[in-house]
């Protein structure tokens, strides 16, 4: 069974920063694929960033040179440190992981959430 626990979420300023963090149980190396994903409310939920197993990044077009994702294979752990958050950036944030195969199969956390306002 595959776990996912987000930590790092709160109430920020505009401008202001926080770093998400994403525990996993187990190895991630596991994975092909591990990624933040953010759902505001009445919005569906959309990809923020992904790390593939070998360090491939992808970002979403809003927070390109804001936000970076990384990992720690030997702490099982995917972060998000994010960067000149906008109130747009108010959102749940849920950590993803995956496997490609003949199917993909995607395990989510429970979510954090992040909050920007003044």
């Known amino acids: 069974q595959v776990q996912l626990v987000e930590s790092g979420g709160g109430l920020v300023q505009p401008g202001g920063s926080l770093r998400l963090s994403c525990a996993a149980s187990?190895?991630?190396?596991?994975?092909?694929?591990m990624g933040w994903y953010r759902q505001a409310p009445g919005k569906q939920r959309e990809l923020v960033a992904t790390i593939t197993s070998g360090g491939r990044t992808n970002y979403a077009d809003s927070v390109k040179g804001r936000f970076t994702i990384s990992r720690d294979n030997a702490k099982n752990t995917v972060y998000l440190q994010m960067n000149s958050l906008k109130p747009e950036d108010t959102a749940v944030y849920y950590c993803n992981a995956a496997t490609f195969g003949a199917f993909v199969h995607m395990y989510w956390g429970q979510g954090t959430q992040v909050t920007v306002s003044s």
């Open positions: 187990g190895s991630i190396l596991r994975f092909d694929a």
